[in-house]
């Protein structure tokens, strides 16, 4: 396979309303960032993918731009960026931009102008449509709740918005949309950053005719099978890489929600001609269910098992993979599927992370995952920020599809704020994220769990990963060694086997709490393995082990 730098790096993600706050309004800011630079860089990481930081009147935390050439006041200035960029080159970090381009803003000029009436030179840019006997043109429901469709009186149609009404769609079959959206693509390239995470990339393609969806409980049709990986996807983004991508040396993911493993292949095709990778949602959406993802079912071990190594065999040699348990849309994965009670939080942080570490594909580690950060412990409604939690809690229980109790329950485990609690930097008031008063509460385990404790303490989990991303520089066989699942039908390890060049490695993860024996494959028998990491300090592998509760360790031969 060819070797790629982007292959062969670690991405962290900053979400940086949250990440660190540099002037006590509460807010996280650029300058915040540039503060906490080094602190990436001695944990080894590559590449930062910043979620928004562009102009936004924050419908959608920045997931709703109104000007994509312009930074929002609240995280600082474009000299404030412009030096974060350059810190962060100079200490050989990568900046990946978030690019969101399903959609604008509805404060953005384009729309402020194509709402002004059906002639204006900008209608176009959206996606417009009569009502339909007085109602909507179609019965899709948004991903925030309600119709996909917002009524404008001034000109008597409704326009389209997957997300908030605040979020209206482009209309990608426009070629001056694309033309305005590339223009800006190279104007950020130009000033040299590195890469590009592409918001919801998949849905900017409607299928012709916008046809009615399978309606659900919320009463809405769903969009997805006529918006995910639509008619016209591949040309658009092959155009762009065309027009923009292949013209730069830059790391590519696109956010794909609907997107499958043929589908990958298309998006993230080694031979280069749209992306480097997609992340996928398959292994994120098993604990959904009948009320989208709302409800607090476990994600069973064989069934993560299953789709990750489909991804893993599937997209080999073909495409390439991205591998993250969280990032700012996700509750936390240690609360998820690790044990963040207070005797196992940090050896199941440690497994979680080896689980995923020694994968192939391009690992992300979201804000707080290297410290072992948990789920929030919401007590009430008013703790919540997120527009997705508050509008599926009132339409849900409203509907009386769910009791309030049970809502309640499935925001605070499922809810988006979990991962954008303030990140815990150390033990003094609000976790040294703010010196005023933070947009959104602390999680109150900060006081044992944050940067400065960890940092001055070899066993923690942040040292462990730094050392798994040490690992994949020192190792090519994590890179671009191949993949082999052993014992699929266990649901409480995880057991895979790489091959690379006549060695082996070794990957074994306790997802469990108990004590479990295992016994290696035949083919290892009798080879000297050498311990890569090892959550228990473990130096030794027999050919019989007693596993410990949340054990990982990853054996090379
Ligand atoms: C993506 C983002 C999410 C946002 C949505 C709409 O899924 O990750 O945070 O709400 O797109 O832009
Ligand atoms: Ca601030």
Redesign the pocket.
């Known amino acids: 396979m060819e070797k790629a730098w982007w292959k062969e790096s670690v991405v962290y993600q900053i979400y940086p309303r949250s990440f660190c706050d540099s002037n006590g309004d509460g807010i996280g800011d650029l300058n915040g960032i540039t503060e906490k630079l080094e602190y990436l860089k001695e944990l080894g990481i590559d590449v930062i993918w910043l979620s928004p930081v562009y102009q936004s009147p924050n419908d959608?935390n920045g997931?709703d731009i109104s000007d994509y050439r312009k930074i929002m006041p609240e995280f600082g200035t474009m000299a404030d960026y412009d030096r974060m960029l350059q810190k962060a080159h100079e200490l050989g970090i990568k900046i990946m931009m978030d690019l969101?381009v399903n959609?604008t803003s509805d404060e953005h000029p384009w729309f402020v102008e194509s709402r002004k009436s059906k002639e204006n030179a900008y209608r176009d840019y959206y996606i417009w449509r009569d009502g339909k006997e007085g109602k909507e043109p179609n019965n899709w429901g948004g991903c925030f709740g309600g119709s996909a469709w917002k009524y404008d009186e001034g000109t008597d149609q409704y326009y389209l918005h997957l997300?908030s009404e605040k979020?209206p769609d482009l209309n990608w079959d426009n070629p001056r949309v694309r033309k305005e959206v590339f223009d800006m693509m190279i104007w950020w390239c130009e000033k040299g950053i590195d890469g590009l995470r592409m918001?919801?990339i998949s849905l900017i393609s409607k299928t012709p005719g916008l046809p009615d969806g399978t309606v659900g409980k919320s009463g809405y049709g769903d969009f997805g099978p006529y918006c995910a990986n639509g008619p016209k996807v591949h040309e658009y983004l092959q155009e762009m890489n065309r027009e923009v991508l292949s013209r730069y040396d830059l790391i590519t993911v696109g956010?794909c929600s609907g997107v499958t493993v043929e589908e990958a292949k298309k998006y993230a095709s080694l031979s280069g001609k749209e992306l480097n990778m997609v992340f996928q949602f398959e292994h994120m959406d098993l604990d959904g269910g009948e009320s989208f993802k709302w409800n607090h079912k476990k994600i069973p071990l064989t069934g993560l098992k299953q789709i990750m190594s489909k991804w893993q065999r599937e997209l080999a040699g073909k495409a390439w993979n991205s591998l993250y348990w969280c990032n700012?849309?996700q509750p936390r994965m240690l609360s998820r599927m690790g044990n963040d009670s207070p005797k196992y939080r940090e050896i199941s942080a440690k497994m979680l992370g080896t689980c995923l570490h020694m994968l192939q594909g391009t690992p992300y580690i979201y804000q707080g995952e290297e410290l072992g950060m948990t789920n929030y412990p919401f007590t009430s409604l008013e703790e919540f920020r997120d527009i997705e939690s508050i509008n599926a809690y009132h339409e849900l229980t409203e509907k009386g599809v769910v009791t309030p109790e049970e809502m309640f329950d499935y925001i605070s485990y499922k809810g988006r704020d979990n991962a954008r609690t303030p990140m815990q930097w150390d033990d003094s008031p609000q976790a040294g994220f703010t010196a005023g008063t933070p947009w959104i509460p602390v999680n109150p385990n900060y006081r044992e769990i944050n940067a400065k404790e960890q940092m001055e303490r070899a066993d923690s989990v942040f040292y462990y990963y730094k050392k798994l991303i040490r690992l994949r520089k020192e190792y090519k066989i994590i890179v671009y060694g191949d993949y082999e699942l052993l014992l699929p039908d266990s649901e409480e390890l995880y057991v895979y086997l790489r091959g690379y060049q006549g060695e082996k490695l070794l990957t074994i993860c306790n997802f469990t709490e108990k004590e479990i024996t295992y016994r290696l494959p035949e083919e290892l028998f009798g080879l000297a393995g050498e311990v890569l990491v090892s959550n228990y300090g473990r130096e030794l592998l027999d050919k019989k082990i007693l596993l410990k509760p949340y054990e990982a360790i990853a054996v090379l031969y």
């Open positions: 959608d997931y969101v959609h997300f979020q918001d919801v956010e700012h849309d």
